[in-house]
């Protein structure tokens, strides 16, 4: 069922190969992703499923050896085209790592450090945006008497949520997420994943995870990877109560991963 | 037997010598430092304490005045011999002596026992017999007249420092003056222009006015000098003594040990703000902590900003391959040359070859007479510059290649550039590690003193590398340095006997610098640790 088309697609993947050095790790992957939902990347680990998160924000560009061949369409255009502005792109297509990584700055600088490097100097506005996306977060009322305070000082979850504000605060379509609640306890996982779940209303969200539980969870749908193929792509409730391809079925069942 | 094979197996497997041998090594390190450091104070802390002078009476010679330094056993080890100051150089030609303990009649301390620190030939231990002259008609003959008619003099010399400070005013103007004709000389200005005959006339303004002043001063001085005190060594030798000459008076055997201290930390004060006398072996260090201080700061001024940014090209910019690899292992290595070398170099390079090209392009009309094309503070601290650049770039490079790359990404993902990243994240996270490099390159430079030998520093300077004359910054000037100094004073002076206490003192000195320099720089190190990092560095 790898042909799902959902609509109101915002982010379209055509034949992706992705090559480390001569060596392919995604064989032609097409998927589409709808706006202002949660799309799941499940897989088991080596599948390339965070090597696929990365090539939407192109941030496999950093890898030296790394060689992309297809098409990703934001909004219709080629991401991979020449005229392409990185900078512009990863504005709109925004990322939470698996391991939290706030820079060593108040957790105000740490929101509007997106605003900062666009040149945007507005006071009123950093104030706004701070507020708003550490609402959005999920934070605000944690650390709105320390917002001076260095960001080095939040608990591991505080953080993660930190990187979320941040992301958010350049108003993106897109936040991927690899694996963001990999590095939390289970009382964290679960504010972020009810973050996910607010956040949906108003970001496209694509979250790499491992934990099958969490994407049945969070996802309206799920992307089955395997070996850098795509196996299954369909509504997350579909797929896991009935998948249609024996390896998903495996995987989701616990056989093998 | 097993059980025993199962406890020395544990025994090795535990690493129990390891342990021990690491140990061992921590405590041995610390053991020769802490030794090194316990000579050198209690050498050098001991030399202001005025001690007691001590009339010793002998079996068969006359009895002298002297300071107890130490005792041991004499040279037949058949008893105790001592060693005292008995100072009065110009009388003795020594300022020491070993006087066989069998000798010895008996020791006395008078009361009336006076030290005087003299402006020439050292201390003189006598006692006061008469004083003539200006200032001391009405003093009584003992200390306390002395020290009044001392301080008497002293006014009066302080208020011909101020002629002098005139004098010194009137040869700058000179020389500036013989400066600017040589200039239009030069440029072959004809003798009759107006700036000619205007320079022409302001030289003979202010050779009037220099003449002037220097009359006036010798005539002042020669009248100060007629102050005269006569003193009497144990043997009953006189001496007289121009109170000009003496630069304090007292009686060791009358201080109570507070006195002592009071007396202690005055001298202290004076090595860190006087002027050395006697070819360096007395008085203070001011000049040599100031040219020390200023060159480890000017150097820092180079070295810093030119390893940090080598650093960042080589970490962040050049593509990793088989030259960057070279560079690095080049770079590694330079910190491995003897520094002298880097003096040559220096003294080659920039005094030689920039120095005289400067020389050449703005001064053409001195030479030979150079200016910058000789040793002096800037060519000085440009060498050791090029000494410690290594050390800051491998640091900072070190440090740059310690951040987690998620600190990278999670920057690119927000849509900055590279160099945003850099200067906005990166480079705010290696501050402690460039930090570190400095205190590194700071500890060497101060510790340095073969390179300057060839390259600006001088035994005794003139003029400090700032002063209130345009532009007020000296950078050509040559300048003291306080190792350069242990050396000279240590081997260089025609008395190491009585240089010996302030060797010590000026290596405590030293130490104490690059301790407190340091001390600063880690303190300001560890406030960029608290608030840059994870405390993982």
């Known amino acids: 069922m790898t042909d799902y088309k959902p609509a109101n697609p915002v982010l379209e993947v055509q034949d992706l190969r992705f090559y480390y050095g001569d060596s392919r790790a995604i064989h032609g992957v097409d998927i589409t992703f709808p706006e202002k939902q949660v799309t799941a990347l499940i897989g088991p680990s080596g599948c390339g499923k965070s090597t696929l998160l990365r090539c939407f924000n192109r941030m496999n560009d950093l890898i030296d050896i790394s060689r992309v061949e297809g098409k990703v369409l934001l909004d219709g255009q080629n991401i991979y085209d020449k005229s392409t502005d990185i900078i512009e792109l990863r504005r709109q297509v925004g990322m939470v790592f698996q391991k939290s990584n706030p820079f060593p700055k108040s957790i105000y600088e740490n929101v509007i450090y997106g605003l900062r490097i666009a040149g945007e100097k507005d006071k009123a506005l950093f104030d706004e945006r701070v507020e708003t996306s550490l609402r959005g977060a999920a934070l605000w009322d944690e650390v709105k008497d320390r917002l001076h305070d260095s960001a080095l000082g939040l608990s591991g979850g505080q953080m993660q949520r930190l990187c979320i504000a941040r992301a958010i605060a350049v108003n993106p379509k897109v936040i991927l997420m690899d694996e963001p609640c990999s590095a939390l306890d289970p009382k964290s996982t679960a504010r972020v994943e009810e973050l996910i779940g607010e956040l949906r209303k108003n970001f496209t969200i694509i979250i790499v995870t491992h934990n099958m539980q969490q994407a049945a969870r969070v996802s309206d749908n799920t992307a089955f990877l395997f070996e850098g193929n795509l196996i299954e792509y369909g509504p997350t409730d579909q797929l896991f109560v009935k998948p249609q391809n024996k390896q998903t079925e495996d995987y989701i069942t616990g056989r093998f991963g | ?537």
């Open chain 2, 1 to 537: 037997m097993k059980n025993r094979n199962e406890a020395l197996d544990s025994y090795w497997r535990i690493g129990e010598p390891m342990v021990w041998i690491s140990a061992t090594a921590l405590a041995l390190t610390l053991l020769s430092a802490a030794t090194l450091l316990i000579v050198i104070m209690v050498n050098g802390l001991g030399v202001f304490w005025p001690s007691d002078i001590e009339k010793v009476h002998l079996k068969d010679r006359p009895p002298v005045f002297g300071q107890l330094i130490r005792t041991e056993e004499n040279a037949e080890k058949t008893g105790l011999r001592r060693q005292y100051k008995i100072a009065n150089r110009d009388l003795y030609g020594l300022d020491f002596r070993w006087i066989d303990e069998s000798q010895i009649d008996e020791t006395q301390r008078p009361a009336d026992l006076i030290v005087l620190e003299r402006v020439e030939h050292g201390d003189f231990y006598g006692r006061l017999k008469t004083m003539t002259g200006p200032h001391t008609e009405t003093s009584a003959v003992d200390l306390a007249g002395l020290n009044s008619a001392l301080e008497k003099t002293t006014v009066e010399l302080d208020q011909l420092s101020e002629l002098e400070d005139k004098l010194s005013d009137a040869s700058y103007r000179l020389e500036q003056l013989r400066l600017k004709q040589l200039k239009l000389d030069y440029d072959n200005a004809p003798v009759d222009t107006a700036a000619q005959s205007q320079l022409q006339r302001d030289k003979a303004e202010l050779d009037r006015e220099f003449g002037a002043l220097i009359t006036l001063q010798t005539r002042r001085l020669a009248e100060v000098r007629k102050a005269k005190a006569i003193f009497v060594d144990a043997a009953g030798q006189e001496k007289e003594i121009s109170l000009v000459d003496i630069f304090q008076a007292y009686a060791p055997n009358t201080m109570s040990t507070g006195d002592k201290v009071v007396f202690y930390l005055h001298k202290l004060a004076e090595l860190f703000i006087g002027e050395p006398r006697e070819s360096n072996t007395e008085g203070g260090l001011f000049p040599a902590i100031f040219g020390t201080v200023m060159l480890i700061f000017v150097m820092s001024l180079f070295s810093f900003p030119l390893g940090v940014i080598a650093a960042i090209y080589l970490r962040e910019y050049a593509k990793e391959g088989v030259v960057v690899r070279i560079v690095r292992i080049a770079v590694n290595n330079l910190a491995g040359i003897p520094s002298i070398v880097y003096g040559i170099f220096g003294l080659g390079f920039f005094v030689y070859g920039i120095g005289h090209g400067i020389d050449m392009l703005f001064f053409p009309e001195r030479t030979p007479t150079p200016t910058f094309g000789t040793g002096g503070l800037l060519w000085a601290s440009l060498t050791l510059a090029l000494l410690t650049v290594p050390v800051v770039i491998v640091s900072t490079e070190e440090a740059l290649g310690a951040i987690p790359r998620e600190m990278r990404e999670g920057s690119y993902a927000l849509g900055a550039t590279k160099f945003q990243t850099l200067y906005r994240v990166l480079l705010p996270m290696t501050s402690p590690g460039i930090m570190t490099g400095l205190i590194l390159a700071m500890a060497r430079a101060a510790g340095e003193v073969a390179p300057l030998m060839i390259t600006g520093v001088v035994k005794l300077a003139p003029a400090l590398p700032i002063d209130g004359n345009f532009p007020f910054l000296h950078l050509d000037r040559k300048f003291m340095h306080l190792g350069f100094h242990i050396y000279d004073i240590g081997f260089q002076s025609p008395n190491v006997e009585a240089a010996k206490p302030m060797v010590f003192v000026t290596t405590l000195l030293l130490v104490l610098i690059v301790l407190l320099m340091s001390s600063v720089a880690i303190g300001l190190r560890n406030r960029m640790k608290k608030r840059y990092t994870f405390g993982t560095f």
